[in-house]
């Protein structure tokens, strides 16, 4: 009891973790996150996009009914206020509940934010319970696939920038899933939970995926090998076509609508110059419960160094898909905001960059600063400062050791050990003549410069070419 209740005596076994699932990042870390981050948003502002935030709590009825099968992993929160609150689980059931309550029909947006799961987390994969989303998402009437296909673009555009290696993002369409399902001779309201189980496939191989549907949910054998013939096949335009073709699918109305929207779809990827890297794959399900068409998602091929953990066993890292009816769930009228939209899973994509930076031992600069202001001499601690704070003032990104009279060389060190190009450097001499030796750390050499020419000087020696 005193154990519980925390005795004096017990305080020293307290032990010092961050909860389950989350994690702190050195600033290490936080300098490789910052490199994909920026990636990522650069690639947004290129498309259009604007930027939204939401809080990271919602009303629990708000993100209630939304997440079908996973919606067992929502966080809720103790009701402190009167009002039943739960942490977001992702960041579209916030963005469809900001466009109903403003009313917003037509919106090009992206959101970068923490969300929760109460999953369990794999770390080492890049699954935790507090993770990073980075999402785009184009809301609006438009003419079938355009922004579907820019979205795809868009993925693809992130992983060949961030250097990934190879990979592949696989395309299905739910109406193409929900046609499979009713001619194989699954019920209506077996549906979702046979989608969610076609979902494991990436995960599970296809004879446990058919015991769970027959076993656990009940399914007629006949209608799992049924399923079984269509998960298995994979292509690109031409199986679209041939799939149209196919004597039960095309005579299914929802399957025939998918199709032909897919048909399109690599139509205008093959526009954009990325169909070889697109896949369609009648295993793709997504597990989430409001996509109504086009669903997609990266996965990674390859490691691209033997001695590299194997990248394929983190899963995928980016995915998405059309959302037509989400919004219509939060307004009074039902009154629907097409949408669709992508999500980047930075921390998969962390995991790896981070994993091949130790493989590399890779020297990562944590710190921005162009220039260290030292002394030649003692007594020079005002100089620095003074000549510090006009740097600063100046927008140039600086430091100064926090000494007195700090000798050179160790001056010299810091910026050795820091990754600082420059230093600055004021002595007895230098002030009589008005100038300051500017030393090039890499290469040793020094210059005098004018005072008055120093901020130019740093300036043209740290612009990114």
Partial sequence: MKAQLGGDENKHKFVLKTPKGTRDYSPKQMAIRERVFDTIITCFKRHGAEVIDTPVFELKETLTGKYGEDSKLIYD????????????????????????????????RYHIAKVYRRDNPAMTRGRYREFYQCDFDIAGQFDPMIPDAECLKIVHEILSNLQLGDFLIKVNDRRILDGMFAVCGVPDSKFRTICSSVDKLDKMPWEEVRSEMVGEKALSPEAADHIGEYVQLHGGLDLAERLLQDPKLSQNKLAKEGLGDLKLLFEYLALFGIAEKIS???SLARG????????????????????????????SVAGGGRYDGLVGMFDPKGRKVPCVGVSIGIERIFSILEQRVEASQEKIRTTETQVLVASAQKKLLEERLKLVSELWDAGIKAEVLYKKNPKLLN???????????????????????????????ATREEVNIRRESL????RMRTSQP
């Fill in 280 to 282: 369609f794959d009648l």
């Fill in 77 to 108: 929160l103790k009701d402190q206020g009167g009002e039943l609150l739960s942490l977001r689980y992702d960041l579209t059931v916030p963005f469809a509940r900001y466009l109903a309550m403003n009313k917003i029909t037509n919106i090009k």
């Fill in 288 to 315: 989430l419960d409001y996509y109504t068409g086009v669903i997609f998602e990266a996965v990674l091929l390859q490691p691209e160094n033997d001695h590299m953990e194997e990248p394929v066993g983190v899963g």
């Fill in 411 to 441: 001056q010299l060190q810091y910026c050795e050990d820091a990754g600082i190009p420059l230093v600055a450097i004021v002595g007895e001499q230098e002030l009589k003549d008005g100038v300051v030796k500017l030393r090039d750390v």
């Fill in 455 to 458: 901020v130019e000087e740093i």
